[in-house]
C-alpha cells in the first residue's frame, strides 16, 4: 500500500475509534485502537512496514518533547529528588530483576533480550497514571511521585531498552564500555538538547522584535524542534531521548516567560500539539492491531511457545511488574515516612499503607512509548541470523500493554469513588483540563466545590438570565436563538454531570411533558381544521407529524427504537406531497400560510399546555424539571419566531445579524462576569477560573472570526 494511502486510513481509524469511544465509555479508546488495526489487518491482509529510525523519530521525539512540555509543576518540583530516583532506579531494578525473571520463565529467551523487554515495559503512560491516582484519592505525596515518575521514566526506560538491544544484536556486552558510553550519551544528548532549543528560542525572540510575532510561524517552529533535535544528537552518537525530553522541560520554561506578552501562540501551540499527541497515539496502537496476526501466528505456530502458554507468559510477566512496582512504592514510601524533611514536608500526608501500593501498582499502565520502542525491534542480528523470540517479545508486550489497559479500565471504576474512568494519551481535552485545574491546585486550597462541568452550566444559565432580560419585539428571534443553543449546552452538561438514576428521572419526566405539549399541538390542529382554516392535505401531513413524533416519545419511554423503515417511509411521504402540489397546480402561496399558520398555532397550544402543566404539577419546586420545562417552552417560542419570514439581503436580515451579534457579546460578558462570582464565593479555585476563562475566550474568538470571514466575503 502506498504510504500516503496509508496515513490517510490511519488517520481515519483514529477518528473512528474516538467516535466508538464516545459510546463504549467503559473501553480505553486504546483498546479500540488496537481492534481496529486488527480488523484492517485480518480484513485487507495489510502490513506497514516498520523501519527503526524513523519510526523512533516520528513518534517518539514529539510524544517525549510534549511530556517535557508538561514537566515540572510546582508540586513535582519539589519532589525532583525523589521522582528521579523513581524514575532511574525503578527502571533499573525493572531492567534488571524482571529481566533476569524473563529468562527463567521463558525457555530460550537470552538474557540481553530478557533486560531489553523488562525495559521497555518499563514506562508508564503518564494521562492514564496522572487519571488514576487522581480519581482514586491516593495521598499526595504518591500521587506527585508516581505521576513525575511517569513522565521522565520513557527516557530511562528507552536508554535501557538501546543498550539491552544492542547487547542481543550484537553478542558483546561491556559494562565499562556501556558506562562510559551511557554517559556521553546522556551528557551529550543534555547538551544538545539544552543548546539547540536555546538557539531555537533565541531565534524566535530575534524574529519576534523584528516583528516576525506570526503565532501559526511559530507554531510551526515549535513542532519542527523535536525532530531537529532528535536527529542533531542522533548524528553525534548522543541520545536523541535525553535531548527532546531536556528541550521539551526548557520550551516549557520559556513558555512561561511569553505567556502574557503572546497568549494567542500559546493558545495555537497547546491545542496544536493536542492535535499531534491525539494523531500519534492513535496511530501507534493502530500499528500494533495491525502488527499482532503476524505476531500471533509466528508465537501460535512455534511448537516450543502455543497459544496458551504465550498467554499465561503476559499474565505472568504482568504480575512480575504489578509487583515489583506495588512493593517499590510501599517500601519506598515507609522508608520516606521515616526521613525528616519527608514528616516535615508532608506532615499531614496519609501513611503508605498495602491497599496504597496495590493501588499505585495498577497506575503502570503501558502505552504508546512501549509499543513504540518494541515495534522497533530488528528482524535480524549482526550475523545475519533472525532476532531471538522477536514475534514472542512482540506478543508479550502488547499483550502486557493491554492487560494493563484491560485490568485499570475494569478496576478504576470499582475502587473510585466517582465511577471513573481511565484517560490515556490523546483523551479528551476537557476531562484533563479538569484533573489539571485539580491537580495544580496550591496544597493549601481545598478542593473545588464546583466541577468544570458545574461551573459552565452556571455559566450557560447565567447568560439565558441575561438574554431573557435583553429579550424584546425587535431582537426576539436573535434572542432564542441563543438562547436555544445555551439550553443544549446546559443539556449536554446535565446529563453529564448527574448521577445515572437522576438523568434517568429527568429523561422520564421530559418524555412525559413532550407528550403533553405533542398532544396540545394534536388538539390545536384538528381545531384548524375543523374551521376550515387548513386543507384535508396540510391536516393529514401534520397530523401524520405530530403522530409519529408520538411514537417516538413513547418508544424512547419503553427504550425501543422505531424501525428504520418508519424513517424513511415519511421522508418519501413528505417528497410526495411536494409534488403532488406541483403537479395539480395547487398554490404555493396557500401552502406556505397554511404551514406557518399551523407550526405557529400548534406551538402556541404546546407552550399553553406546558405553562397549565406547570402551574397545577409540583415542577417549580424541582430545579431540574423545571429547567426541563423552560427548555421545551424556548423550543417551542424559537419555532414561532423561526415562522417570521425574513428575506435574505433586507434591513430585517442585516438587523436580524446585528441583534444576534450584540446579544451574543452581552452574554459572554455575562459568562466573564459570572466566573468572578464563582471565584469571589469560593465555588471554585484560581486555576479553574483561568480555565474558564479561557473558554469563554475560545467562544468570544469565534464570533470574532466568523465576523473576519463575513468580512472578507463582502470586501
Not at 503572546?262 to 493536542?274: A, K, N, S, Y
Not at 443544549?488 to 411533558?513: A, H, Y
Request: glycine share 6%; aromatic share 8%; net charge positive.
Amino acid at each position: 500500500m502506498n504510504i500516503i494511502e496509508a496515513v490517510i486510513i490511519l488517520v481515519l481509524l483514529v477518528l473512528l475509534s474516538n467516535i466508538l469511544g464516545h459510546y463504549l465509555e467503559a473501553i480505553p479508546v486504546s483498546l479500540i485502537q488496537v481492534t481496529l488495526g486488527l480488523l484492517w489487518s485480518i480484513i485487507f491482509h495489510i502490513t506497514i512496514p516498520l523501519e527503526t529510525d524513523w519510526f523512533l523519530l516520528l513518534f517518539i521525539a514529539p510524544l517525549l518533547f510534549n511530556d517535557g512540555r508538561r514537566f515540572p509543576k510546582s508540586e513535582l518540583w519539589t519532589l525532583r529528588g525523589p521522582i528521579l530516583a523513581n524514575a532511574v532506579l525503578l527502571v533499573f531494578l525493572t531492567t534488571l530483576l524482571g529481566g533476569w525473571l524473563f529468562h527463567l520463565l521463558i525457555p530460550g529467551l537470552p538474557l540481553s533480550v530478557g533486560f531489553a523487554l523488562a525495559a521497555i515495559l518499563s514506562p508508564t503512560d503518564p494521562v492514564a497514571v496522572t487519571s488514576i491516582a487522581e480519581q482514586v484519592s491516593l495521598p499526595s505525596a504518591i500521587i506527585h511521585l508516581v505521576s513525575g515518575e511517569s513522565l521522565i521514566n520513557d527516557a530511562s526506560g528507552l536508554i535501557g531498552f538501546k543498550y539491552a538491544l544492542a547487547a542481543a544484536v550484537t553478542g558483546t556486552f561491556s559494562l565499562w564500555s556501556a558506562a562510559g558510553d551511557f554517559l556521553y550519551t546522556s551528557i551529550a544528548g543534555f547538551v544538545v538538547g539544552f543548546v539547540v532549543m536555546t538557539g531555537l528560542q533565541m531565534l524566535r525572540e530575534v524574529l519576534r522584535r523584528s516583528g516576525i510575532n506570526d503565532p501559526v510561524f511559530n507554531t510551526v517552529l515549535q513542532l519542527v524542534g523535536p525532530f531537529v533535535i532528535y536527529l542533531g544528537a542522533e548524528a553525534i552518537h548522543a541520545s536523541g531521548v535525553i535531548a527532546v525530553v531536556t528541550a521539551g522541560v526548557l520550551a516549557h520554561v520559556s513558555e512561561n516567560r511569553i505567556v502574557e506578552d503572546l497568549p494567542e501562540q500559546r493558545l495555537l501551540i497547546e491545542r496544536t500539539w493536542d492535535i499531534v499527541v491525539y494523531v500519534l497515539n492513535g496511530i501507534v496502537f493502530i500499528i500494533l492491531g495491525d502488527e499482532l496476526p503476524s505476531a500471533t501466528k509466528a508465537t501460535i505456530a512455534d511448537p516450543a511457545t502455543g497459544t496458551w502458554r504465550a498467554i499465561g507468559y503476559v499474565i505472568v510477566i504482568w504480575l512480575i511488574l504489578f509487583i515489583l512496582r506495588a512493593v517499590w512504592i510501599y517500601v519506598y514510601g515507609t522508608l520516606s515516612r521515616l526521613s525528616k524533611n519527608w514528616r516535615i514536608e508532608h506532615k499531614n500526608t496519609e501513611p503508605v499503607t498495602i491497599k496504597t501500593a496495590i493501588v499505585s501498582g495498577l497506575t503502570g499502565v503501558r502505552g504508546a512509548i512501549t509499543l513504540a520502542g518494541v515495534l522497533t525491534i530488528p528482524a535480524t542480528i549482526s550475523n545475519g541470523d533472525a532476532f531471538p523470540e522477536r514475534s514472542l517479545i512482540l506478543f508479550v508486550a502488547a499483550g502486557v500493554i493491554v492487560l494493563s489497559l484491560v485490568i485499570a479500565a475494569v478496576t478504576l471504576p470499582l475502587i473510585s469513588r466517582r465511577g471513573a474512568m481511565l484517560l490515556t494519551r490523546g483523551s479528551q481535552v476537557d476531562t484533563l483540563e479538569e484533573l489539571t485545574a485539580q491537580e495544580e491546585a496550591d496544597d493549601g486550597e481545598t478542593v473545588p466545590l464546583m466541577s468544570v462541568d458545574e461551573a459552565k452550566t452556571y455559566l450557560s444559565k447565567t447568560a439565558v438570565r441575561v438574554l431573557e432580560s435583553l429579550r424584546r419585539p425587535e431582537n426576539q428571534r436573535a434572542a432564542y436563538d441563543l438562547i436555544l443553543d445555551y439550553q443544549f449546552i446546559i443539556r449536554r452538561l446535565q446529563m453529564r454531570t448527574q448521577p445515572s438514576e437522576d438523568v434517568k428521572t429527568m429523561i422520564d419526566f421530559e418524555v412525559d411533558i413532550r407528550r403533553i405539549a405533542l398532544q396540545g399541538e394534536l388538539k390545536r390542529l384538528q381545531e384548524l381544521h375543523d374551521a376550515g382554516l387548513v386543507n384535508i392535505w396540510n391536516f393529514r401531513y401534520y397530523r401524520r407529524q405530530i403522530k409519529w413524533r408520538l411514537r417516538n416519545v413513547d418508544a424512547h419511554q419503553r427504550r425501543e427504537a422505531l424501525p428504520a423503515w418508519r424513517t424513511a417511509r415519511r421522508l418519501i411521504r413528505h417528497g410526495l406531497r411536494r409534488v403532488r402540489i406541483l403537479m395539480t397546480g395547487n398554490d404555493m402561496v396557500t401552502f406556505r400560510q397554511q404551514r406557518q399558520l399551523v407550526e405557529t398555532e400548534t406551538a402556541k397550544a404546546a407552550i399553553a399546555r406546558l405553562s397549565r402543566f406547570f402551574k397545577v404539577h409540583n415542577a417549580k419546586k424541582n430545579a431540574q424539571q423545571r429547567q426541563s420545562v423552560y427548555h421545551l417552552i424556548v423550543h417551542y417560542r424559537y419555532r414561532i419566531e423561526r415562522r417570521h419570514p425574513v428575506t435574505n439581503g433586507s434591513a430585517r436580515q442585516l438587523q436580524y445579524e446585528t441583534n444576534l451579534r450584540d446579544l451574543r457579546v452581552r452574554a459572554l460578558a455575562a459568562e466573564r462576569s459570572a466566573v468572578t462570582e464563582l471565584l469571589d464565593a469560593g465555588r471554585i479555585n484560581a486555576v479553574m477560573a483561568a480555565n474558564l476563562r479561557q473558554y469563554v475566550n475560545y467562544s468570544e474568538n469565534v464570533l470574532m472570526l466568523g465576523e473576519d470571514l463575513q468580512t472578507e466575503a463582502t470586501s
